[in-house]
């Protein structure tokens, strides 16, 4: 059975940091891309950040880019996400994603598996 579960979500304050983490259980974890996606409320979910199934290449949003660092593990099959400078605009459901193969996901329609999402709160 196939799983992806975010954890370290929470409430903090603008300028502040967390790392959110997602577990992979199921399936051939280091065969897969791994990304993190968002949803703000009333928004369409984006793309917030990707790596490559070795870890060789890493890729971000704009709206991130030198502030999260996603990595992962893939004997632990773990990808995390350490957020830094955090704005109350980064508050969102954040989403682990993964599609088979080579390069890196930042379509969400072309990603396999979805977690269920762990919620970043970013107060003012």
């Known amino acids: 059975q196939v799983q992806l579960v975010e954890s370290g979500g929470g409430l903090v304050q603008a300028g502040g940091s967390l790392k959110l983490s997602c577990a992979a259980s199921g399936f051939s974890f280091s065969m897969y891309a791994m990304s993190w996606f968002r949803q703000a409320p009333g928004k369409e979910r984006e793309f917030v950040a990707a790596i490559s199934r070795g870890a060789g290449s890493t890729y971000y949003s704009d709206s991130v880019k030198s502030r999260f660092t996603i990595s992962r593990d893939n004997a632990q099959q773990t990808v995390d996400l350490e957020m830094n400078s955090l704005q109350p605009q980064d508050t969102a459901v954040y989403y682990c994603?993964?599609?088979?193969?080579?390069?890196?996901?930042?379509?969400?329609?072309?990603?396999?598996?979805w977690g269920q999402g762990t919620l970043v709160t970013v107060s003012s």
């Open positions: 994603a993964s599609r088979r193969g080579l390069g890196v996901l930042s379509l969400s329609r072309e990603a396999q598996f």
